[in-house]
């Protein structure tokens, strides 16, 4: 399965809702949209992953990719929707300390 990827826009916030797998064959398409993104200014990034079945250690990377792009002075990157399986791949590698897991969309745009 591949990956869709689509953007919306509250306020200064860039909401990107991923969809699909995430891992060696879609990860650079996800680095690209990044990286576009914050070449362009935007610095606080949500990433929907509520309809991501699998992300593996490719797509953790692309994770990480994005969060040293954005300038914490100004923003952040944030995660949403981690399916329990998801998220034990976070917690095994501890990057649930790395990076800003929120429970809801909501919580993630009001912080």
Known sequence: MGMRMYERYIGDIVVLDVMGNLDFNTAPELKVKLESLIKFGHHKIVINVTAVDLIDSTGVG??????????????????????????????????????????????????
């Open 62 to 111: 692309a994770l990480m990719y994005g969060l040293k792009l954005v300038d914490p002075t100004v923003g952040d990157l944030k995660i949403v929707g981690l399916s329990p399986q998801n998220r034990n791949v976070f917690s095994v590698l501890e990057l649930d300390k790395v990076f800003s897991i929120m429970a809801s969309e909501a919580q993630a745009i009001g912080s």
